[in-house]
Structures are given as C-alpha cells and as structure tokens.
C-alpha cells in the first residue's frame, strides 16, 4: 500500500502545478515576485483552493491567514499531520523556494485520495504565511504565531515599506477568502513535514537526489538605525556635518572585519539598506539598514551577535545609533526519529539520499519547537536561490514527492 502511494504520485502533474503557480507574480526573467499578503499570493491562494476543491480536501484558515487543505482521516478527531511549506517569494524570487513544499504536499494527498485508502489521521497540507520576511520582517510569521512564538497581537503593526500594516494585509487575505471556514491558532497537530528545494550545493555535487534535513543553522537579525542631521550639501562644512551615511559606512565596514572568517563559515549579510532622504544635496539625515547574521555553532552565533551593539557605538562617529535585535533562533537539530523514517522511506523507494544540515532557515524551525518535524531536500541547480533563475528538475520535484508521501502516510497511520 504505502508503495502504492508513492507510485502513485504524478510527476507531469506536479510540474504542471508548479508552473501554474508560478504564473501568480511572474517576473520577466523568470522568477516570481510574489510578496507575502500581496494580491498575487491571494491569487495563488485561490489556485489552491480551486485545486484542493478539485481533489475533496477541506479548506480552512487562521487568523494569521495560514492555509490548511485537508485530507479527511478514518479517525478525524486524532490531531492531524501537517505537510507543506509557504507560497510567498522574495521579490526577485525563484518557482520553487517554498511553493515546491506545498504543491509536493498537495501531490501527496491527491495521490493518497486516487488511491482511495484514507490515512488514520487527517493530514493537511499547510502554506505558511509570510515565510520570506522580505515585505514584512522577520520572516516566518505564520508559523511563529501558529505555534506561539510570537503573539498575534505584536505582529499586527508590524509596517510594509508603503506603510502598510500587517493588520490590513491580513485582512485583505480574509477578506477575499471570507467562504473558508476559520480555524484555531494553534489546534493540536501530530507532527510537521516539510519538503523544500536544497538551496546549496551539496546535494548536486554529492549525486545524491534527496536530502533527510538534520537541523537549521542558528539565526539572528537586527534592525539598525543611524540618525544625523540633514543640511545643506553645499554650505555645511565637513567638521559640522552629522552624516548619517558616513557613519553607516564606518559601522557596515567594521561590522564586515569582525565577522570575517578564515573557515568561511559565518554567513553575515547587510540586504537593506536605506538612506534618506536620499536626494543629491541634503546631507543624508538617516540611514536604516539591516543585519542578516547566521552560524551552525550556538557559541559562534552567541559570540558574533553580541558584539555587533559595541561595534555600532565605537563607530557612529557623532551621529546616534539605535540597535534592535528582531530575531534571535539558535541552532536546532531536528528529533531523530523523524530523521530516520524519511532515510527508511528514501531507500525503500530506492531514491539515493544523504544527511545534511539546513543552513536556510524554514517553517519547520518554528513547528519543531510544537510537535515531531522533519524535513526533505531536492536539489536545485548550482545551489541558486534567492534569485530568479532558480531551477530544479521534474524528475527530483516527483523523488522529493514520493519520500514525503509514503513518511507522511506511516506517520498518519501512527
Ligand atoms: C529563508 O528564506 C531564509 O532566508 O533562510
Ligand atoms: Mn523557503
Ligand atoms: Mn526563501
């Protein structure tokens, strides 16, 4: 039977859907902008729905606009198992980053309801909201208030680039899926499994088509504002001047030496920068920027993270600095158990796999911390991500498919 499930899965199908995801916020190079809460994910939510509609699944939503389809168990009062990833992109994003977890979650349940053999439990394919953090931040919002790392309330002002408000956004989604039933936060669920695109490597060069995901890579971010004075570009003399962007670029030049690394391991980034009000002959008022900061190794990250507010003060020059820190998630490993019976569920199906660490992070970060999760990689070509050219094949899209399948369908039937 459990076999069956996983011949069972369609690889033309799941491509097709993949493409036809990818047509909600499609990019002339390619890619997908499609942010989170904007009005193309709602178009895309809509394609789910319609999709699920098609295969008898139940919709229902949560106030944090999480989306669950759901594959009816013979006992649908146990807790469900949760399968899925997120939808939303960055705004020069890939087809895969996210929607590959959702739309290989929706393939799984489509091929267990052709085959007619319903799990014990319900299992649920579930698009996250805002996983990417890019519109609103930090990122994997959804999941963080599905399983009580953040509250609701705090995430509701949180302000798009325009000014827009997570409250408003929501809304928006509510608003045009008001014919879904509405859901708890934070109902009791059995377990999570995630399927995502590999995003590195190793995989590609390892020759290996799955990945059995031992845990994520530890992560801080932090939002740092510089605040000068605005004058005048051409009567202001230099000794007066409260640059902001002078001391932006004395801090972000400090910040990058003491988180250079001889092993290549620290990933620091600086991704946002912005400096207003960025016209040619005001002396720049006000920089804002933000750092991207991410180690395997909970000391490293500890050790790294903490020194960042002494370096922003020793090099403000005299301007003012404020630090905020949005997000501190150390390293995780993901429990054993779940890593072993997707390896088992790979090499019955003889799909090669191998071991590897997260080093992106994902939903599944936050759902490990609520019930048993795991995580499967794909490989993705060259290991780009984050980037519009993006790439995997069909052939590891349906391997990536089946291994979820068949663990999701033993785990359903614990
Ligand atoms: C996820 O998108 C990440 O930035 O790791
Ligand atoms: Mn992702
Ligand atoms: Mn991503």
Redesign the pocket.
Known sequence: MIAGIAQRIDEDRLWQRLMDLAKFGATSKGGVCRLALSNEEIQARAALLAWAKSIGLKPSVDAAANLFLALEGREPRLPPLLIGSHIDS?PTGGKF?GAYGVLAALEAVHAMSELGDRPRRTIEVVAWMN???SRFAP?MMGSAVFTGRRKLADILPVQDRAGSTVETALRCVLDAERDVPRRPLGFPIAGFLEAHIEQGITLEQQGCTAGVVTGIQG?RTFRIEIIGEESHAGTTPRSVRRNALTSAVAVVDALQKAMWDEADTVRFTIGMFEVSPNVPSVVPGKVHFSIDLRHDNAHVIERLGNMIPGICEANRGRCEIAIRELLYDAPLQFPEEMCSRIATAAQRLCISHMRLQSP???DARYLHYFCPTGMIFIPCKDGIS?NEAESITPADAAAGARILAQTAFELANQ
Do not use: F, I, S, V
Request: charged share 35%.
């Open positions: 960055q980053d996983e990417e953090g990122g992560k992106a992070g994902h984050h």
